[in-house]
């Protein structure tokens, strides 16, 4: 089955400064890709979800670039600020076998981003 | 945003009891999941629900899980009886439709302790 690896665990960054979370999956069959952050106590807000391969996605004060070739997902915190700070989850969804979509998301570890002043 | 509620935040049992876990959906939405994250793993999925009946449930959805939306009210994970590997903290998700591109609204989870 699909295996999501997320890295790093946790980073710190300035405020400011750009930061890069990265996702790499396995299943090729592998077709939608969310971007969730995760403000302590509160549900996941999704910040973006993609399937075009190697296209950037913008977002506010983020961007998205997915590579299918390499299997790749990544987000890219540009000029981090104070409200930055919270946990960031990667998600894929997959074909199924039938070659339909089902809703099943298969999860990253999860990034603890953390904005210094 | 549409928000999706889990009552409680919350939850400390004794190994062997139920627990019933709550979520109230956003409310057109038809499909309802449930996943889990042990501490310091990830989120995996557990189950989905669709028109009153499971469509799908991964190895870890266990004989002691059950999952029902009574009359169209909260849609609740029932564990009976409980383990010590169920501690975790469940997460509820609701989306309008299904298909891959769905965006699934999730609560903020439950987190269980079972002692």
């Known amino acids: 089955g699909e295996q999501v690896e997320q890295r790093p665990p946790h980073l710190s960054v300035r405020e400011g400064d750009s930061a890069v979370i990265t996702c790499t999956y396995t299943?090729?069959?592998?077709?939608?890709f969310f971007w969730y952050k995760q403000e302590p106590g509160a549900s996941l807000q999704l910040l973006m979800k993609v399937f075009s391969s190697t296209e950037i996605n913008e977002g506010q004060g983020f961007t998205v670039l997915l590579n299918k070739k390499d299997k790749r997902l990544s987000l890219n915190l540009t000029a981090a600020h104070p409200g930055d700070s919270a946990a960031y989850f990667c998600a894929v969804s997959a074909l199924e076998n039938t070659g339909g979509l089902s809703g099943k998301l298969t999860f990253g570890e999860g990034t603890q981003v953390t904005v210094i002043s | 945003g549409p928000k999706v509620l889990q009552i409680p935040s919350h939850q400390i049992i004794d190994m062997g009891q139920m627990v019933t876990l709550n979520c109230d959906p956003v409310?057109?939405?038809?499909?309802f999941y449930w996943y889990k994250q042990i501490l310091g793993q990830q989120m995996e999925f557990l189950v989905n629900?669709?028109?009153?009946?499971?469509?799908?449930k991964s190895k870890l959805f266990k004989d002691q899980f059950s999952v029902e939306r009574p009359d169209g009210s909260y849609f609740t994970l029932k564990i009976q009886p409980t383990a010590l590997e169920d501690s975790a903290v469940y997460f509820c998700?609701?989306?309008?439709?299904?298909?891959?591109?769905?965006?699934?609204?999730f609560g903020s989870g439950t987190r269980l302790t079972v002692l």
């Open positions: 409310s057109n939405h038809l499909y």
């Open positions: 299943d090729p069959n592998s077709y939608y």
């Open positions: 998700a609701s989306s309008l439709g299904t298909g891959g591109a769905e965006t699934l609204y």
């Open positions: 629900f669709y028109n009153g009946k499971v469509m799908e």
